[in-house]
């Protein structure tokens, strides 16, 4: 089946390039058919113009994007509508997550018959180089979806997925929220219309300088908030898909 990576970027114009490039020589030769789709964000640097480089060295890779910044759930759900993959799945473009996942994601799937596949760094088996501080935050997120969602995930945030096309198309048109916390709101869209997802451990390197990277502590308070909303609306309203 044909595969559509989606790689959403936001002023990484001094990586995107080569991180593009070698997801894509990652995936030659050890997948079929597959696209990779760049989003640029609304990037204030040069993201535009690098990934352009990209595309023109290789015609596997794709620009998607547009000019102003509107949040990493709005340009997972853009990259979505412009997907023709029968499966859908993306990665962070830093590439913390080395792209090799994917070829293991895309194995696993096949031999299980799972419906997603999304990478956790609380399975057992994941190797993380990964600040004391984000490892604390991740698991208070954890305890806040276990009691408000009920549903069995260790954790929803780790930016590798691949999505089976039929669950990630009709989820996205509805997504609300344009954040971090995009991720929740696909996955519960997704598992109340009877998705049957899997964990899979991760080996995450972290590259960035800050604790929290490009996650500021109102990026926190935000993914907290738009939680209760997506909550809300799924088992209070039970407003979505009417």
């Known amino acids: 089946m044909r595969l559509s990576v989606i790689v959403p970027a936001y002023n990484e114009g001094d990586r995107i390039r080569e991180n593009l490039l070698e997801i894509s020589q990652t995936l030659k030769g050890n997948t079929g058919d597959f696209e990779i789709l760049a989003v640029n964000d609304g990037s204030s640097d040069n993201t535009k113009e690098q990934i352009l480089k990209a595309c023109e060295e290789d015609p596997d890779i794709k620009y998607a994007g547009y000019d102003q910044n509107r949040g990493k759930g709005s340009a997972i759900k853009h990259g979505v509508e412009v997907a023709s993959g029968e499966l859908i799945g993306f990665i962070d473009a830093d590439l913390d997550i080395a792209p090799h996942h994917l070829v293991t994601y895309l194995k696993h799937m096949d031999e299980s018959g799972c419906d997603i596949v999304i990478g956790s760094k609380m399975h057992k088996e994941s190797k993380l180089d990964y600040p004391p501080l984000r490892r604390f935050v991740s698991w208070g997120y954890f305890v806040i979806l276990k009691i408000l969602f009920g549903m069995n995930l260790k954790d929803t945030q780790t930016g590798i997925k691949i999505y089976k096309a039929g669950f990630i198309k009709k989820a996205a048109p509805v997504l609300r929220v344009k954040g971090y916390a995009f991720d929740i709101e696909l996955l519960a869209l997704c598992a109340r219309d009877g ?48």
């Open 195 to 242: 998705a049957k997802i899997e964990e899979l451990p991760v080996e995450i390197i972290y590259r960035r300088d800050k604790s929290f990277g490009r996650i500021r502590i109102s990026d926190i308070f935000r993914m907290f908030f738009d939680t209760i909303g997506i909550w809300w609306n799924l088992r209070v309203r039970r407003s979505y898909f009417k």
